[in-house]
Each structure stands twice: as C-alpha cells, then as structure tokens.
C-alpha cells in the first residue's frame, strides 16, 4: 500500500488491461482500495458474495470493455448495508440486499436501452471486492430463503434470465427450447418450469453432465446442440458464446417461432458457422431473432420474489475471493453445472 493512503482500505480482484485469456491465466490482481463512501441517495454495503459471469470473461477480452481502467468486476453482488448516503431512506444499516448488471440508469421502462445505462463492474466498480456502493433504487431486499451464495446468480443469470423469458413471448403449452445450460438456463428452466406448465422443456448442450443435470430439474428432453428435438419449438433461449447454437437454434424453431439471444457479446471463434445459414431452413416462415439487452430493475425485483415462491434452487460452486482468476477460467473451460460465486470474507 502507497505510504501517502490514508484512511480504511478493503480488498479487491482488479482488471488493468484488456487481454486475452489465451495469453494469460491471471487477468486480475489483487489489490488494496480505499473503502468507498456512498453519494447523495447511494448505500454502501459490505460485500459476502459475488457470482461470477460469462460477462467478466468479455470485458476482460475486450468484447465488452470497460470505459475506464483499472476497475472491479463483479455484477451478482450480495451484501449488508452498512452505510446510508445523503438521503438514503430505502433501506436501514444492516439489511441485506443485491445488485445486478443495472447499476443506474434513467428509471422508465426502457432503462436497459437508455444511454444513461451504468453497468455494475464494468462502467463502475462492482462486487469483487469488500465493499461497494449503489444507487439505493438500483439494491434488492433478497428472500431469507436464499443463502448469501443461492442468491448471487439469481441478481444477472437469474434476472437477465427472467426478462429473456418474457421476451419470448410465450404461452403455457407452447414447447420451449434451451441452447447452452450454465448459470442461466439453470435458473430460468425452474422459472419456465413453474410458469409454464404445459410446455415441453427442451434442453440442447454438448456437455452430457449438463444435459443430465437439466433432466434432473425437469427437462423434458436433453440431447447434443446440434441434435433436432422431437418437436418444433416456439421458442429457443440461447445463453452461449457461441455462433453454432444460433444456427442450429434456428434449425429447431417451428414456423413463427422466436429465438432470444441472451448474450452480451458473440465470441468470433466460430463465427464461419454462420456461413450454414439457409434461408429457407433457419429462417423463412416468419421466424424471429429477438437479441437481450442489459437487464432493468424491474426484472430482477420480479424474478427474485418469484424466484423465492418457486421455490428456485441455484446449483452453486464457491471460491475465496482471491481465486477469482481460477473461478474465471474455470467458467471458461470446463463444463459449468450451476454458477460460480465468490465468497468475500472480510
């Protein structure tokens, strides 16, 4: 620590440079920041989880960069207040809430697609740290029936997740479709399964834990992602990285069907699949692509209640804080049952 800091400090995971993960196996350092004080209508609160998301794997390889470094990643944070800004009513010291990717934003319906948009741990610092600070209108009472690590994922790939269900407009009977089945598509699958009934629950991953997982859940079927399911699908939910599951998304979907694209950015490593494309198979017959954008707060204060009625168990794998760097590569090679969270103690 600089000799001239002054004043309390806190432990943090930081990203200095955008860099690929090919390259390098510790993306993030650890370091000592000065704790940080709430502004006018801000809380602070101490951080006890993090969730780590493949979101973090884009701004670290610049897909999604941060505007400024250093900053802290870290956007599935759970914590307990324990300072008020100025005019701060919401909540009191000691409640425990969360922040998602939304850290503000312009406050009406469009919020996730207003230029006013504030990212959590890349426009701003985020939760891979002890502490943090947040909007009070952008912090989330969480249900007493998740621990500190259950309702991590539930704040991005449990929020994001809800609103990528909405967007697919469907309705109970109608078969639905699942490409990829990591931290999301775990969570939204219980989501689908409560609010949907009646609807056939089609999960498509390569990785076979990952398919006997999602039967274990209540799939309904599970096979390879470039297997055709038993029927055609009103609509596809694809939470990968990748451009393959796109096309053989699109495969899959019955005339008029939809597919959502819950994902910030699109890797390029395989984007010749795309090359596959068929008009008349992947795309005539009014089928649709409809692309996730951010997430609003209105998402995650409906998912997490609902979440909570379900009742939603999130699979989760923890790591100290200062194995952040492992949880991340992690997520990126190996196949992921659940979500990834970080454990802050402070």
């Known amino acids: 620590m600089p000799a001239h800091r002054t004043g309390p400090v806190m432990k943090a995971m930081v990203l200095k440079r955008i860099v690929s993960l090919d390259e390098t196996t510790t993306p ?9 004080e709430p502004g006018p209508g801000e809380l602070r609160f101490k951080v006890s989880a993090c969730g780590v998301c493949h979101t973090e794997l884009d701004e670290i390889e610049g897909r999604t960069p941060p505007p400024r470094l250093p900053v802290v990643p870290g956007h599935e944070v759970v914590g307990r207040v324990d300072k008020l800004g100025e005019g701060a009513r919401r909540y009191r010291i000691g ?98 399964h409560h609010l949907y009934p009646a609807s056939g629950l089609h999960v498509f991953a390569r990785d076979a834990v990952a398919r006997g997982f999602a039967l274990e859940l209540g799939a309904d079927w599970a096979d ?10 009103q609509a596809i939910i694809d939470t990968t990285p990748a451009w393959r599951p796109v096309v053989e998304a699109l495969a899959n979907l019955r005339p008029g069907g939809r597919l959502v694209i819950n994902a910030i950015r699109k890797e390029d490593r ?14 005539w017959m009014e089928k649709e692509i409809k692309t996730v954008a951010n997430v609003t707060a209105r998402d995650i204060a409906e998912a997490l209640p609902l979440a909570a009625r379900i009742p939603v168990r999130p699979e989760v794998q923890t790591y100290p804080l200062e194995a952040a760097n492992r949880a991340l590569l ?8 659940g979500a990834k969270v970080l454990i802050i103690d402070g």
Request: charged share 20%; hydrophobic share 40%; net charge negative.
């Open 330 to 337: 992690d997520l990126r090679q190996k196949a992921v049952k």
């Open 95 to 192: 409640d425990r809430v969360g922040v998602g990717w939304i850290h503000s934003s312009s406050g009406d319906e469009y919020e996730n697609l207003s230029p006013e948009f504030r990212a959590t741990g890349r426009d701003v610092d985020g939760g891979y740290a002890e502490y943090m600070t947040v909007p009070e209108g952008y912090a989330y009472p969480i249900p007493e029936i998740f621990s500190d690590a259950e309702a991590a994922p539930l704040l991005c790939a449990g929020g994001v997740g809800y609103r990528a269900l909405r967007l697919t407009g469907l309705h109970d009977g109608q078969a639905l479709g699942f490409t990829g089945f990591g931290g999301s598509a775990h969570l939204v699958l219980q989501f689908a």
């Open 224 to 233: 390879d992602t470039a297997d055709r399911a038993p029927v055609g699908l």
């Open 270 to 283: 395989d984007k010749a699949e795309l090359l596959r494309l068929s008009y008349p198979q992947h795309l």
């Open 28 to 36: 993030l350092e650890l370091v000592e920041l000065p704790v940080p």
